[in-house]
C-alpha cells in the first residue's frame, strides 16, 4: 500500500436532505444521495493522521518486541520514557 501523504476522513452532508457519506481517502467527483438523490453536498475534512500515527507506531513497536529479543533493555526504556510522558 502506497497511501503516504495526508490521511483523513471526508464527509459529505447533503444539502437537501442533511444525510451524511463518508469517504475515506477517495472522494468520487460526483456523488449522489442515497437517500432524495441530491448532487449538491456540503464537506468536512476530518484529518485522522495523528490516529493512523499512533497506531503504526505501536504496530511498530509491537513488531519490534517481538523480532527485536536480542535488545530488550532499549524496549523497556521506551517504555518507561512513554509512561513519563
Ligand atoms: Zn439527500
Excluded: H, W
Excluded at 497511501?3 to 467527483?29: R, S
Excluded at 448532487?39 to 503504526?56: G, K, L, M, Q, Y
Aim: hydrophobic share 30%; charged share 25%.
Amino acid at each position: 500500500m502506497a497511501t503516504d501523504g495526508t490521511k483523513g476522513v471526508v464527509t459529505l452532508v447533503c444539502l437537501t436532505c442533511g444525510k451524511e457519506k463518508y469517504f475515506t481517502n477517495d472522494v468520487p467527483a460526483a456523488a449522489t444521495c442515497e437517500q432524495c438523490g441530491g448532487t449538491v453536498f456540503r464537506t468536512f475534512t476530518t484529518p485522522t493522521e495523528p490516529d493512523e500515527a499512533a497506531i503504526d507506531a505501536l504496530e511498530s513497536q509491537a513488531r519490534s518486541i517481538s523480532y527485536g529479543d536480542s535488545s530488550p533493555d532499549s524496549t523497556q526504556g521506551d517504555a518507561r520514557d512513554l509512561d513519563l510522558i
